[in-house]
């Protein structure tokens, strides 16, 4: 089952409320740089993981890889 | 802790990660990575002639599992330094762009060094261009 970058963006973006997200990819490997306040102020692990969990177990499996590129928002 | 005296592969992976100040979980060896992100992850390390523990994920479906489940991590590679997850290949290139794996690796001195020999190459070679 194939995966669009649009998905991930709009699940991204609903997830992380107030974050926006720019997804490319080829269906299986995808880069997504996001920013938004939700980011601000926490370690790069942590930033991560805030996208990871929207994703879960479909990480590595449905979605083979995905590079992220965070730019936390200074301010909301 | 009688979930972990069940489970000696969580156990082997939590005293790799205690006992190796540098150790990275990777698809494939240093030799011969088995995935873009594992290799470029290595590349660094390398380019920085950090030695380090590797760990091949793919053998045993049950390390990467377990691996996960230590880490809260879900994506290959990770690397750990004195026993913290450091991350995976995104947050490995980028502080290594911004310097702070070289920081977090104890590699300041040596980076300034190799900075300071670079800086001093030159020097020489014009003063005998002079000459």
Avoid at chain 1, 20 to 28: F, K, R
Wanted: aromatic share 4%; proline share 7%.
């Amino acid at each position: 089952m194939s995966v669009s970058p649009e998905e991930l963006k709009q699940r991204i973006e609903s997830g992380i409320p107030g974050t926006s997200a720019n997804v490319t990819g080829d269906g299986a490997h995808f880069e997504a740089i996001v920013a938004g306040p939700a980011f601000a102020g926490l370690s790069r692990i942590a930033q991560h993981k805030l996208i990871y969990d929207v994703f879960g177990t479909e990480l590595g499996d449905r979605i083979h890889a995905l590079s992220i590129k965070i730019n936390p928002t200074e301010t909301a | 802790m009688s979930e972990s005296a069940t489970n000696p592969m969580r156990d082997a992976i939590e005293s790799a990660i205690s006992e190796n100040p540098v150790i990275l979980f990777m698809k494939g060896t240093p030799e011969a990575p088995a995935c873009g992100f594992s290799a470029r992850t290595v590349a660094i390390l390398e380019s920085l002639d950090q030695p380090f523990a590797a760990v091949n994920i793919l053998p045993d479906p049950a390390i990467r599992q377990e691996l996960s489940a230590v880490s809260g991590w879900p994506t290959i590679p990770q690397l750990f330094v004195d026993g913290e997850l450091v991350g995976g290949c995104d947050i490995v290139v980028e502080m290594h762009s911004s310097g702070e794996l070289q920081q977090l690796l104890g590699l300041e001195g040596a980076e300034a060094a190799v900075t300071e020999a670079r800086a001093a190459e030159p020097a020489p070679l014009a003063i005998e261009n002079l000459l």
